[in-house]
C-alpha cells in the first residue's frame, strides 16, 4: 500500500511542476496562493481506460434505462425517492456520475462482481452491492431486486465499463486511490483545522452543506441528513482516501495525506444517523460491525459517545 | 452589473452548456452550477450568482483569475479552474452563461444526465 503511495508520488511531483510551468508568467501581488492540485482524482490512479462519452447513450429501450441510471447517480432523490432517506446525492462520492477514476467509478465496480464482501460475508452480486449504497449511504429503503432502481443502475454501469476486461478487480481507478497509514494518529483538533480551511467554504461550519430553492447544492457530511454508521463513508481510512483524492473539488490531491486523514477523523466523529444493524445497544453494535480502528461508532470523541441515540429511525421518503 | 440576456452562437453552445452544466472532469473543470448553485443562481455566501451577467463581464473575471488579477477568490478556487480553462472554453461558456434566464435555468432541465455537477 505505501509502496503503492511511494510509486505515484514522483508522478504527482512531475504533474504538479508541468502545471506550473504553463502557468503564465505574473508577478502581481494581487496573486492569492492556490494549492497545487491535480485536475482531477484519475491524475495518480495510472488508469488507463477512457468511458463512453454519456452523448452516446442509444436512443432504445436500452439506452432509456442506462439515461434512468445516469440521472439517479446525478439526482438520486428525484429518481429514486422511494428509496433515499435522507440529502445526498450518488455522485457526491461518484465523480462525474461515477465515470472517473480514483472516484469509486461504477466501471470498476462492475467488472468486479459477483464477490465475496467481509462486510456481509456472502458473495454479493452488483445488484446487492447497490442495495448497500441505499441503505448506508443514502440512509434508506434497499431497492427490491430487479426492480427498475437496481436494473437502471446496473444498465448504466454496465454501459460505462464497455471493452473493460471482466473480472479483474485490481483493475487501476477502482475505489478511492490508496493512502499510507498516518504519521501521526488522525486527530479531531487539527482535523477541525483543515476542515475550516478548506471544507467549510462549501460545506458550512457546521457540516450541513448549503441548499438553494430546496435543491442541495452541497452535501451535508453529518447530522440527520447524512450518511449512516453503517456507510464506507464512516470509516476514517475510506472517507481519507476519498478526500485526498477528490477534495476541495476541482482541487485533487492539494492536501497532505495527514490532512485527509485528520480531516476525515473530524468528519467522521460525529453523530450521523444510527446504523441500521443495530443490536439493541452501542457497545454491541460495535462489538458485532465497528470493532476496527478506522471507526468511531460506540467511542467516546470531543465528549460524545458516539452512535448512542437508540433504534434507528424508520424510514421516510 | 447586470445584462438582458443575449442569444448564444450556435457553435458555442454545446461547449458552453457543457462547462456550465456538467464541466469537462478530464479537464479538471468542474461544472459552474456544481458550486453556483442549480442554474447559477448563487450559493451564498461565497459563490456569486452567474446568470444575469454580461458575457463581456464574464469573460473578463475569468481573464483576470487566470492571470491572477483578480482579488477575491477563497482558496484559489477560480485560479486553480480558470488555468484549466482555453480561450475558446471562456468564450464558450460566458456566451452561454450570459444567454440564460434566471428563472429559466434549472438543473435538469436538458434531456442530457440529470444535474449540474
Redesign the interface.
Given at each position: 500500500m505505501s509502496k503503492h503511495i511511494q510509486q505515484i508520488k514522483p508522478l504527482l511531483t512531475s504533474i504538479l511542476l508541468a502545471s506550473v510551468a504553463v502557468v503564465p508568467m505574473v508577478s502581481s501581488a494581487a496573486v492569492e496562493v492556490t494549492p497545487k492540485s491535480a485536475p482531477n482524482a484519475a491524475v495518480l490512479t495510472g488508469s488507463t481506460f477512457t468511458p463512453p462519452d454519456p452523448s452516446t447513450i442509444p436512443n432504445d429501450a436500452f439506452g432509456k434505462m442506462v439515461q434512468l441510471g445516469r440521472n439517479i447517480m446525478f439526482e438520486s432523490k428525484k429518481y429514486a425517492p422511494q428509496y433515499v432517506g435522507n440529502s445526498l446525492n450518488c455522485v457526491n462520492c461518484h465523480t462525474d456520475g461515477g465515470a472517473m477514476a480514483g472516484s469509486a467509478p461504477l466501471w470498476g465496480a462492475w467488472v468486479s462482481y459477483p464477490a465475496y464482501r467481509g462486510k456481509n460475508k456472502k458473495v454479493n452480486t452488483y445488484e446487492d452491492r447497490l442495495q448497500g449504497c441505499f441503505r448506508y449511504s443514502m440512509n434508506g429503503k434497499m431497492p427490491p431486486l430487479g426492480s427498475d432502481v437496481l436494473v437502471a443502475l446496473s444498465a448504466y454501469s454496465y454501459w460505462l465499463a464497455k471493452g473493460l476486461p471482466t473480472g479483474d478487480s485490481k483493475i487501476a481507478g477502482r475505489g478511492y486511490p490508496d493512502l499510507p497509514e498516518p504519521k501521526q494518529a488522525p486527530d479531531f483538533v487539527r482535523g477541525k483545522t483543515v476542515y475550516e480551511a478548506n471544507c467549510a467554504i462549501c460545506h458550512a461550519a457546521n457540516g450541513q452543506g448549503r441548499v438553494v430553492n430546496g435543491t442541495v447544492v452541497f452535501p451535508p457530511l453529518w447530522g440527520a441528513q447524512s450518511f449512516n454508521w453503517g456507510a464506507g463513508m464512516g470509516s476514517i481510512k475510506n472517507a481519507a482516501k476519498f478526500i485526498f483524492a477528490n477534495m476541495p473539488y476541482g482541487q485533487s490531491y492539494s492536501l497532505t495525506p495527514q490532512q485527509a486523514w485528520d480531516v476525515a477523523y473530524y468528519m467522521d466523529g460525529h453523530e450521523r444517523p444510527q446504523d441500521p444493524r443495530w443490536q439493541g445497544s452501542v457497545a454491541a453494535t460495535r462489538a458485532k460491525y465497528h470493532d476496527n480502528k478506522n471507526s468511531l461508532y460506540g467511542t467516546k470523541v470531543n465528549g460524545v459517545l458516539l452512535g448512542d441515540t437508540g433504534a434507528p429511525k424508520p424510514f421516510k421518503e | 452589473m447586470a445584462a438582458p440576456a443575449q442569444t448564444v452562437p450556435a457553435d458555442l453552445k454545446p461547449r458552453g452548456e457543457q462547462l456550465a452544466v456538467?464541466?469537462d472532469?478530464?479537464?479538471?473543470?468542474?461544472a459552474c452550477f456544481?458550486?453556483h448553485?442549480?442554474g447559477g443562481?448563487?450559493?451564498?455566501p461565497?459563490f456569486p450568482a452567474l446568470t444575469g451577467q454580461s458575457a463581456t463581464y464574464l469573460d473578463q473575471q475569468i481573464t483576470a483569475w487566470?492571470?491572477?488579477?483578480?482579488?477575491g477568490?477563497?482558496?484559489?478556487?477560480m485560479?486553480?479552474?480558470a488555468?484549466?480553462m482555453s480561450d475558446a472554453d471562456t468564450k464558450a461558456v460566458t456566451a452561454w452563461l450570459a444567454a440564460q434566464k434566471p428563472e429559466a435555468a434549472v438543473?435538469?432541465k436538458t434531456?442530457?444526465?440529470?444535474?449540474a455537477?
Open positions: - | 456538467y464541466g472532469w478530464k479537464a479538471g473543470i468542474p456544481r458550486c448553485g442549480p443562481v448563487g450559493v451564498a461565497a487566470k492571470n491572477g488579477t483578480r482579488s477568490d477563497p482558496q484559489g478556487l485560479h486553480t479552474i488555468l484549466r438543473m435538469g434531456n442530457q444526465a440529470g444535474g455537477q
